[in-house]
Structures are given as structure tokens and as C-alpha cells.
T-cell receptor, first 117, second 115 residues
């Protein structure tokens, strides 16, 4: 069965610190997708990144970077030089590829990040 | 700018009322979804639709129904609201493709309180 674990429920950092949000997943499929979403206090979830299982290259987008390691079934998210605007709940999600109505997006429970000035 | 709009940000209803939550997207997306979000339980899929007049049950469809008469609009219906349906409801859409493989575009959410 699919499963996504975000072990860190809450993280609190001071502005300009680097912070890593962990995501560990379980799947029996060889083809799957991994996602990160951000939910700021306003409530609207915003898509950040999608990674497929065949692309283990790390991704960097500004202060955001993602480390995908199939060997440890992890897809961790690092924010460098955090800012107050990064305060949000971050969700990791997993989807097995392929057709079929029984394939669903599995969500982690989220990590609440507070960046303090 | 692409947009998913949920008709109400906050809603208070009484037990037993029939409740309609409306969602409209302007991106011409085929897929639309209704989730509920509760503390400690994360996001749970209620229903989704991959085409007009088509619907599929998610993980927690009991007590809910949906309607998709037009491509841009996906309605969630609580036939007889109960207090355990007090929650944040999130609508999302995604373009054609694997229903759950494409990035989702979310609305701002509707916080429903049933008293």
C-alpha cells in the first residue's frame, strides 16, 4: 500500500536559517510521482514541484531545493535562508502512475513551518 | 491568471440542512476534486470528476454527493448536514491526464461549520 510520512509535525526556525522538511514514502510501483504543496495561512494550497520516479536529479528553484533519493524512499525539501513568508504548512504527496480509478493521490499529514523574525 | 473559485469562504449551517458548496475553474480543466481537511487527518478525497456528468467516489464519500453539469463547475452537496461534517472543504482542478498525476490547482477553501 502507498503511504507518505512527514515525521515533523511542526518546525520553528529563526529567519535566515536553513530548514529541511522530510518526506518518506512507500510504494510497490516502479513508476510514480511525488509532489510538494505549500499551504500559507490564507488557506490555498499551492503546487511547488512534481517529480517522477525516473528522475532522481535534484531540483533547485531559488531558495527552494528538493532531494529525491529512491534508495531511502525520501523526497526532502530544503528552504535556504528562510523568510517569514515561508511560514506555511507543507504537504508531500505520492501518486502511482498509470490508468485506473483506484489510483489516488496519497497525502502526508503536513509539516507546519514557522519562520520567526 | 488561472483560478479556482469557491463560492463561500465561511459557511454556517444547521444540522439537517441541505448544503451546496460551489466551485468554478476557469482553466478548462477536465478533472475536478473535492477534499476535506481536518487537523490531524490531513487531506481526504471526497469525490472527483474527470468529465462532465462523470463522478468517482474518493475515500470518504458517505454523506456527500456531487454534481458536474458543466465542465467548469463542480458542486459538493451535503444532503443532510451533520456536526461531523464541520470542516475545511477544498476544491481543486487539474488538466487532462492521469487523474491524480497532474499538479492540482486549489481554491481558497470553504470553512463549513454545522451547528
Amino acid at each position: 500500500a502507498q503511504k507518505v510520512t512527514q515525521a515533523q509535525t511542526e518546525i520553528s526556525v529563526v529567519e535566515k536559517e536553513d530548514v529541511t522538511l522530510d518526506c518518506v514514502y512507500e510504494t510497490r510501483d516502479t513508476t510514480y510521482y511525488l509532489f510538494w504543496y505549500k499551504q500559507p495561512p490564507s488557506g490555498e494550497l499551492v503546487f511547488l514541484i512534481r517529480r517522477n520516479s525516473f528522475d532522481e536529479q535534484n531540483e533547485i528553484s531559488g531558495r527552494y531545493s528538493w532531494n529525491f533519493q529512491k534508495s531511502t524512499s525520501s523526497f526532502n525539501f530544503t528552504i535556504t535562508a528562510s523568510q517569514v513568508v515561508d511560514s506555511a504548512v507543507y504537504f508531500c504527496a505520492l501518486s502511482e502512475a498509470g490508468a485506473g480509478n483506484n489510483r489516488k493521490l496519497i497525502w502526508g499529514l503536513g509539516t507546519s513551518l514557522a519562520v520567526n523574525p | 491568471d488561472v483560478k479556482v473559485t469557491q463560492s463561500s469562504r465561511y459557511l454556517v449551517k444547521r444540522t439537517g440542512e441541505k448544503v451546496f458548496l460551489e466551485c468554478v475553474q476557469d482553466m478548462d480543466h477536465e478533472n475536478m476534486f473535492w477534499y476535506r481537511q481536518d487537523p490531524g487527518l490531513g487531506l481526504r478525497l471526497i469525490y472527483f470528476s474527470y468529465d462532465v456528468k462523470m463522478k468517482e467516489k474518493g475515500d470518504i464519500p458517505e454523506g456527500y454527493s456531487v454534481s458536474r453539469e458543466k465542465k467548469e463547475r463542480f458542486s459538493l452537496i451535503l444532503e443532510s448536514a451533520s456536526t461531523n461534517q464541520t470542516s475545511m472543504y477544498l476544491c481543486a482542478s487539474s488538466p487532462v491526464g492521469g487523474y491524480h498525476n497532474s499538479p492540482l490547482h486549489f481554491g481558497n477553501g470553504t470553512r463549513l461549520t454545522v451547528t
